[in-house]
Each structure stands twice: as C-alpha cells, then as structure tokens.
C-alpha cells in the first residue's frame, strides 16, 4: 500500500470541522425551534438512519468486547457534551460559544499524554496558559460589554461543561479511530446518542414541526458525513497534531453565525480566539514530523 501524504489527515480534519459547524448551525436553529434536547435526540436519529445501511451493506461485524467498550464510552461522553453544547448554542452566538470551546483540545493534549501515553511537550504549558488568558478575555468582554443575563450565565456554564467533556471525547476518539474503521466508528457514535438521550424521551422529548425536520435531517447527515471524515483523520494522525485543527471551527462559526443569523463577532472575542489559537500552535508543534501511516 501507498504511504499517504502527511497532509490528508490534516485536510481531512480542516474539512471535518468545517462539516459539524455547518451543523452546529442548522442545530441552532432546530434547539431554539424545538429545545436543545429534543433536537439533539432527532439529530441523532437522522445521523444512524444515514450511517447504519451503508455500515450493513459493507459487511458489519461486532466489534470485540474491548472495543465495544471505548464505543460504549465515547457515546455516553460525547451524548451528554452534545446537549450541553446545543443549549449553550440557544444562549450564545455560534462563535463565541465555539471560541469557548476551545478550551477543550488544550486540556485534550494532557489527557492525551495520561490516557494515550502520548509525549506532551513542554510548549504545552505555554499553550495553556494561553488559552486560559484567551478564554477569560472572551468571556470577560462579554461582561464587560453587556449585562449577565440568567441565560447568558448558564449557556457560559453549558458550554464551559461541554468544553470539558469534548477533551475527554477528542482523546476517545483518537484511541476509538485506532481500534475500528471510521464507518463503525459514525455508526456507533449515532446509535449511542440515540440510546443515551432516548432514555429520558418519555418527560422531555416535544415532537418536532414539519417546518423543523429539514433542517434536523441536514443537521443528522452533516453530524455522520463529519463524523466519518474525522474518524479517517484521527486514525491516521497523533491527536496533539490534529487537535489545532478544531480551531478552524471559529472560523466556520463566525461565517455560519453572520450568514444564518447574522451575528456579528465581537473583538474581544476574536482577540481571545486568536490567543488560544497561538497558544495552540505553540504547544503542538514537534522538532520532527510524524511519520505517515499506511
């Protein structure tokens, strides 16, 4: 087999990233239509009735026990992350709930190195730091130009939650994408999103709209077409140097956010992002490149 170019892991992330902020933004539309938890649920729903025939149809086979359980435990992890982020998403611009988010692939680099066994520099420590700094100044700018509102203070909380359960589930990720192929790996991943968050259907699930299921559906397809080339991505590259690639994402929001409602980017929200971005950056870079694997 051909050596891959050690870019395409890199591509492939960029354009992964690109994918599920187009959704975060049909997502957004779809929580405030129809609540951030039945929304998610009926994402969910829509992304296995794409990924599930098409896992079939290529031969599926159960996985092993050992890798049955990273499945189990990243779709526990990242259901409860989804939600969290989608209700932030109904409090928050789409890019300052994202540039928030950025947290998460900083604390991702030392669970990387816990959970992975992965050699974390010590740049990583700069990083950090960075993005702490970037990350206050977001949230500070926000104090500073508008009033606290009770729904801005718990869609800070939301996201800031999420943020800590998407490092955790970047480096799942990383170790699921080793153990199965990208196709099980989406299908898994929408199948436990729906067993998660099915479990509370009874009390909290609202049938959606005729005008709402479009954009849900969009939203499921997009959720499994991104998922998919992530998973491709992560079983090919180390997660410290895919992990700045999740930055792109302010990026894609900033554009989404001003062309499906027109939001409008603060600069203190761009200077914190361009921070973390840096700090980023800095805490990934390597003396040597990684050799591309085949």
Known sequence: MGREHPLLPILAAFAGIGLLALMDAFMKGAALALGAYSASLLRSAFALVFALPVWLATGARRPPAPVLRIHLLRGVVASIMALAFFYALTKLPIAETIAISFVAPLVALWLAAIMLGETIHRRAIWAAVLGLIGTLIIVGGRIGQERM??????????????????????????????????????????????????????????????????????????????????AWAYARAEAQILVPIEYSGFLWASLFGWLFFAEIVRGTTILGAMLIVVGCWIGARRNEPEQARV
């Open 149 to 230: 509102t009770p729904d801005a203070a718990m869609g800070l909380a939301a996201i800031l939650f999420s943020a800590l359960l998407y490092a955790w589930n970047l480096v799942l990720m990383r170790r699921q994408a080793t153990l199965a192929p990208p196709l099980e790996v989406t299908v898994f991943h929408a199948g436990m999103g729906v067993i998660v968050l099915g479990l509370f259907a009874p009390w909290l699930f609202e049938l959606a709209t005729p005008a709402a299921i479009p954009g849900v559906a969009i939203a499921g397809a997009l959720t499994a077409c991104g998922s998919l080339v992530l």
